[in-house]
């Protein structure tokens, strides 16, 4: 059984084969990725994923704003940045708008699933429990 299901949504191919393929090793089902922010939020609402990752710099709508669209539309789905660039004032940003965590892609890209997992146990202590209380 998976830990949760997720989404990804990456502008380049390469990367969310990869960042599929690490999430699938660390026990996540991957129910869909997308390319830009459109199609994700497509995805989002109609497989109301538990987890959607994001990548920051998208393109025609960028990551700052689908997360607060994503956060908006399906207020239970655990939002997490993906991206290239360590900025704290961009992070605060992303974490104003409705993400979670905020995670650079870097060498560490195969810990990802692992470094998800926390935070989805983090979020589940946080959020869920008290809603199941």
Known sequence: MAIASAVIIDDEPSL?????KVMREAGFEVLATAGDAEEGLEKVAE??????????NLPHVNGVELT???ADSAPHTLILILTGVADGRVADECLGAG????????ERITSLGERVREQWDE???KFL???NS
Do not use: G, M, Q, W
């Open 47 to 56: 497989l109301n994923p538990d987890i959607t990752l994001v990548d920051l």
């Open 68 to 70: 607060r669209r994503i």
């Open 123 to 125: 979020y589940r202590r």
């Open 16 to 20: 969310r084969l990869v960042v599929s």
């Open 99 to 106: 993400a979670f965590h905020y995670f650079v892609k870097d």
């Open 129 to 131: 429990h008290h809603e």
